[in-house]
T-cell receptor, first 120, second 114 residues
Framework: GAGVSQSPSNKVTEKGKDVELRCDPISGHTALYWYRQSLGQGLEFLIYFQGNSAPDKSGLPSDRFSAERTGGSVSTLTIQRTQQEDSAVYLC??????????????????FGAGSRLTVL | DAKTTQPPSMDCAEGRAANLPCNHSTISGNEYVYWYRQIHSQGPQYIIHGLKNNETNEMASLIITEDRKSSTLILPHATLRDTAVYYCIVRVVGIGGSQGNLIFGKGTKLSVKP
C-alpha cells in the first residue's frame, strides 16, 4: 500500500483480556518498528524487526507483550492479560533496508496512524 | 546514539519563521541529525535530515553548526498547521551502524499563533 496501515484504529477491552494489534508496512520496507505513546507522553520504543535478523525486543515492558512478523511483512503485537496501564496509542513504523540508502542516511521511518487501546 | 536536548515549548507568529534549536554535543562523526514532527492525534512525520551540510527541502531547512554539536530546524513561513511537537534525533546509519530503535525524546511543542 501507499502507507503504513494499522488496525484496529480503536480498541476498547476489559482488564485481563488479550488483544492483538496489526501493522501492514509499506511494501518493500524490511524494517518494522513498534512504539507506544501514553496520553501526553513521548514515544516509547517497544520492538524492532529487520529482515530475517532476530528482533530487538529490548523495549518490551513485560512478558505480557510479544510481537511477530510473518513472511517479513505484516506484524502483530499481542498484549496478554491487559492492564489499565497498557492504555495508549500503539504506533507502527517501517523503513527501507539501510544498505539501500547507506550513503544518504535516508532510511527514514514512515509511521502509521496508530491503534488506540483503552483498557477498562 | 547521542542524546539531544530541546526546549520544551516555543511560540511563533503565523507567517513568521520558526527556529527550533537542538543540542547534540556528544554527536559522533557517523551520526546523522533527523527531525520529525507529530501533529496532534497523528503518527510522527519525517521532516528532514543531515550529516554536516545544511539541508533544505519543501518543508524546512536544517542548519548544522560546523562542530555539529547543535542544529536548528527552520520553518520559513509557519502556518497554524505547523503546530506540533518537533523531535530532534541523532542516529548512526550505514553498514556496521545500528539501525535499531529510534529514540524519541520529549521534543519541542511548537504553537503557531494567529
Amino acid at each position: 500500500g501507499a502507507g503504513v496501515s494499522q488496525s484496529p484504529s480503536n480498541k476498547v477491552t476489559e482488564k485481563g483480556k488479550d488483544v492483538e494489534l496489526r501493522c501492514d508496512p509499506i511494501s518493500g520496507h524490511t524494517a518494522l518498528y513498534w512504539y507506544r505513546q501514553s496520553l501526553g507522553q513521548g514515544l516509547e520504543f517497544l520492538i524492532y524487526f529487520q529482515g530475517n535478523s532476530a528482533p530487538d525486543k529490548s523495549g518490551l515492558p513485560s512478558d505480557r507483550f510479544s510481537a511477530e512478523r510473518t513472511g517479513g511483512s505484516v506484524s502483530t503485537l499481542t498484549i496478554q492479560r491487559t492492564q489499565q496501564e497498557d492504555s495508549a496509542v500503539y504506533l507502527c513504523a517501517s523503513s527501507p533496508y539501510f544498505r539501500a540508502v547507506l550513503s544518504s542516511g535516508a532510511n527514514v521511518l514512515t509511521f502509521g496512524a496508530g491503534s488506540r487501546l483503552t483498557v477498562l | 546514539d547521542a542524546k539531544t536536548t530541546q526546549p520544551p515549548s516555543m511560540d511563533c507568529a503565523e507567517g513568521r519563521a520558526a527556529n527550533l534549536p537542538c543540542n547534540h554535543s556528544t554527536i559522533s562523526g557517523n551520526e546523522y541529525v533527523y527531525w520529525y514532527r507529530q501533529i496532534h492525534s497523528q503518527g510522527p512525520q519525517y521532516i528532514i535530515h543531515g550529516l554536516k551540510n545544511n539541508e533544505t527541502n519543501e518543508m524546512a531547512s536544517l542548519i548544522i553548526t560546523e562542530d555539529r554539536k547543535s542544529s536548528t530546524l527552520i520553518l520559513p513561513h509557519a502556518t497554524l498547521r505547523d503546530t506540533a511537537v518537533y523531535y530532534c534525533i541523532v542516529r548512526v546509519v550505514g553498514i556496521g551502524g545500528s539501525q535499531g530503535n529510534l529514540i524519541f525524546g520529549k521534543g519541542t511543542k511548537l504553537s503557531v499563533k494567529p
